[in-house]
């Protein structure tokens, strides 16, 4: 490939590759340092050797490249913040978790259905000064007031940090807050919230009083609350108050890209300046001052919008075009691309795992690389005709590229995204810029009322087109399993099938069907393995009960007789379904006894009763039951004790005493996850 013929390319690669390697390894500091210091004097030393022969350009290059992928190494290492002994979670006891602290408002979430949810960052706890970003989560009230960025708080409540996954195959919530370097989450009740006198005037700060400020004088003049919502996602950034059931239409339609401010979003602003600045003349230093202005535009607006990570590599990535735009040099694409992840990653490196920030990187890579390939299977004569053509094959190359990796973490697929784009994309432009223009005199205290509800009707009607796609629930693929080893394998494919037919040639074509090969071979053993599998799994369900059996891809599930009553769909045995390709065969009520590979598991739930001639391996304690658990050993001691989430808290802690007393094993789903055999 000639993309690999550009140094900054392999340069990228290799830094990203050490920051996967410091990711699943965990070096310490010193190591990553001094791997980082070894093969920069590698560099130094085959720099200045003498260049009679090929072999020192070689070592240099190679050592290069080794540099690099030891920067991203310690990149990676040195901006884990629980490596300074003032992080927060240096001084969090396991033992006793509540906690009076001083935090900072630094951004609005998405509430939940019983907390409003912010990040914060620790400014004390518990009378020590302290540092890190938190989560608060404040129980809803109709008395506490929205908090602005900036704004101190003085909080008494619960702290929990991050814990294992609680079901299998579950999204994995806690990994992805220690992404966003989110160690812990604090949950407050209203009445124990004081606002303190303390103001943190950042930048975030004053954007977010611009924000507010554009919101109120919309709302002032009237501007429909589920319209507004869509708006203020699509220029500002901010997708807190969009309702499940619009992002579900958007989701199911294929266009929750158009939610997120991204490449398109920042891409126009970037032609929209560009526009504005045409009246003046195109000498060198009036050159200067218009790519001065387009940038300072750009990362305006990027503040503006919160400087989310899709905002950030978006204006990072068309800063680096209006450098080539203005300075009359030609931008190789794949230079860009790779610059901007590179300074993205050396500045914030969890964002590698963001599933956002990969999806983006893909799309944008596969649109520059495959969307010419398929633009040339057919030439329009008309141009009307030429422009959908080009939006249908820009769609298709951003859907092929980002296909398998969306199905790994979605398990779902949009079949009528390219409609949605091909209806949705031409009128994009006019709302942008009607947005845009509204924004800036709503931040001036000026709305123009016809300009206002034109693009009020225009959100209205684009949602709308999205309702009306999203209906055709019969083209929204979902539960497809797909396997990481898999998605990788699937990858190969795609890779070496378009390599080949950019330049057809023999060898491309065997590598090609060799990935299929590969392909089927992977598919073929996920198959077999899920097929030989045996597992007993008794999962976390808050006020329930629930246990699964599995033979091969066959599953039987034992449930409460509440839950067997009322037919209620378990969403959390459903991810475990689709991640392991197995089918819900039967569902039973839950039995006193089971058997499970030699180890014989009684049950005892509400009634209390249990078999004293049994002497049962593991002992499972379901829907409260009134037992004494000592009285209960003295008959016969099992091998584990094992309570799930329909258990009181207060009855599980009494029985944990006692089995600590005991010397017996102790699981609590609650608190370690799911119990599997």
């Not at 259905?113 to 912010?118: D, K, S, V």
């Not at 990535?317 to 993205?344: D, K, P, Q």
């Amino acid at each position: 490939m000639r993309v690999l013929q550009f140094p900054i390319i392999k340069i990228t690669g290799g830094f990203v590759l050490g920051l996967l390697l410091a990711h699943y390894t965990k070096p310490t500091f010193f190591i990553s340092l001094l791997a980082l210091l070894t093969c920069f004097s590698a560099v130094i030393i085959t720099r200045f050797l003498p260049r009679k022969s090929i072999i020192p350009k070689n070592y240099f290059g190679v050592a290069t490249l080794f540099t690099a992928f030891t920067i991203g190494v310690f990149a990676f290492v040195s901006h884990n913040p629980t490596r300074n002994k003032n992080h927060y979670v240096h001084f969090i006891s396991s033992q006793n978790k509540n906690c009076i602290a001083i935090i900072s408002i630094k951004e609005k979430l998405k509430n939940s259905t019983i907390n409003y949810r912010y990040v914060a960052e620790m400014i004390s706890l518990n009378g020590k000064k302290s540092y890190g970003k938190v989560l608060l989560n404040i129980k809803k009230s109709q008395q506490i007031p929205r908090f602005d960025i900036g704004t101190s708080l003085k909080i008494g409540g619960f702290f929990d940090t991050n814990k294992n996954l609680k079901n299998p195959n579950q999204f994995d919530y806690w990994n992805y807050l220690e992404n966003q370097q989110i160690y812990g989450q604090i949950y407050v009740e209203s009445n124990k919230i004081k606002i303190g006198t303390f103001q943190d005037k950042s930048i975030a700060y004053y954007a977010s009083l611009l924000r507010n400020r554009i919101i109120r004088n919309l709302e002032k003049n009237h501007f429909h609350k589920s319209e507004l919502s869509v708006v203020v996602a699509l220029i500002l950034g901010q997708q807190q108050d969009i309702s499940p059931e619009v992002v579900r239409d958007y989701q199911y339609a294929g266009a929750v890209h158009v939610l997120s401010v991204s490449g398109l979003h920042v891409g126009f602003i970037l032609l929209f300046i560009t526009f504005l600045l045409k009246p003046f003349p195109n000498t060198k230093s009036s050159s200067i001052i218009k790519l001065i202005v387009v940038i300072t535009f750009l990362w305006a607006f990027g503040i503006l919008a919160g400087l989310a990570p899709s905002v950030l590599r978006s204006v990072t990535m068309f800063s680096f075009v209006a450098v080539g735009m203005y300075l009359r040099r030609s931008v190789n694409i794949y230079n860009t691309l790779a610059v901007s992840a590179l300074l993205i990653l050396l500045f914030q490196p969890s964002f590698l795992f963001d599933v956002g920030f990969q999806l983006s990187y893909l799309a944008l890579y596969f649109i520059v690389w495959l969307q010419p390939l398929l633009a040339g299977i057919w030439k329009p004569k008309y141009k009307i005709v030429n422009y959908f053509w080009e939006i249908i094959t820009v769609s298709f190359a951003a859907q092929i590229g980002t296909f398998p990796i969306s199905i790994y973490y979605f398990h779902q697929f949009p079949g009528l995204f390219f409609v949605t784009n091909i209806v949705i994309l031409p009128g994009m432009s006019l709302i942008l810029g009607l947005g845009v223009i509204v924004m800036l005199l709503a931040a001036f205290d000026w709305v123009w009322l016809p300009l206002l509800k034109l693009l009020e009707w225009s959100i209205w009607l684009l949602n709308k087109i999205i309702a009306w796609v999203a209906s055709f629930e019969s083209f929204i693929f979902k539960d497809i399993p797909l396997h990481f080893y898999t998605m990788w394998a699937l990858y190969l494919v795609i890779f070496s099938s378009i390599i080949w037919l950019k330049k057809p040639n023999y060898y491309k074509l065997v590598i090609s069907l060799f990935t299929i090969i590969l392909l089927q071979l992977t598919s073929l053993q996920m198959r077999n393995s899920n097929q030989s599998t045996e597992e007993f799994i008794v999962f976390n369900r808050n006020g329930h009960s629930s246990i699964t059996k599995r033979f091969g891809d066959k599953i039987t599930e034992y449930t409460s007789d509440y839950l067997q009553k009322k037919g209620k769909e378990n969403l959390v045995l459903k991810s475990y379904l689709v991640a392991n390709y197995c089918v819900l065969q039967k569902r039973k009520l839950i039995p006193n006894l089971f058997y499970f590979k030699n180890k014989k598991i009684l049950v005892i739930d509400s009634t209390g009763a249990y078999l004293e001639k049994e002497r049962p391996d593991i002992l499972l304690l379901i829907n409260c039951p009134k037992i004494n658990l000592e009285r209960v050993f003295q008959h016969w001691k099992p091998q584990k004790v094992v309570v799930d989430a329909s258990n009181y808290k207060s009855y599980c802690k009494a029985w944990k005493a006692t089995c600590v007393k005991e010397k017996i094993p102790f699981h609590d789903t609650a608190e370690k996850g799911f119990f599997k055999l």
